[in-house]
């Protein structure tokens, strides 16, 4: 599937690997790229809701805000722009890592 970033400073450590904003220690950051990857390798939003391990679910009271698992308390939060009636294939647009538990 598709992705593309909303926040600059996403962008650039994705295409840099480095970002002031983002202080991360490094399994996170590597696990962003891992998630990234996923995005791009599904062929429809069902390979990511059948992998237990991303924790990939809608957040509450929200419309197409999703979430998924970097690593504990750490989550990379988007928005799907749905490309059919299905619901089934979109566009990720990356908006944040959030420390979940802060």
């Known amino acids: 599937m598709d992705f593309r970033f909303s926040n600059?400073?996403?962008?650039?450590?994705?295409?840099?690997?480095?970002?002031?904003?983002?202080?991360?220690?490094?399994?996170i950051i590597d696990?962003?790229?891992a998630r990234i990857q996923q995005i791009e390798a599904a062929k429809?939003?069902?390979?990511?809701?059948?992998?237990?391990g991303l924790n990939f679910e809608k957040l509450k009271g929200t419309e197409s805000r999703y979430s998924m698992r970097l690593k504990l308390k750490y989550r990379l939060?988007?928005?799907?722009?749905?490309?059919?009636?299905e619901k089934s294939i979109g566009e990720f647009i990356i908006e944040e890592i959030s420390n979940h538990y802060s």
């Open 8 to 27: 600059k400073d996403l962008e650039k450590l994705y295409v840099d690997g480095k970002s002031k904003k983002y202080r991360l220690p490094n399994d």
């Open 31 to 33: 696990k962003f790229f």
């Open 44 to 52: 429809d939003i069902y390979d990511l809701w059948n992998d237990g």
């Open 77 to 85: 939060e988007m928005l799907i722009e749905w490309k059919n009636n």
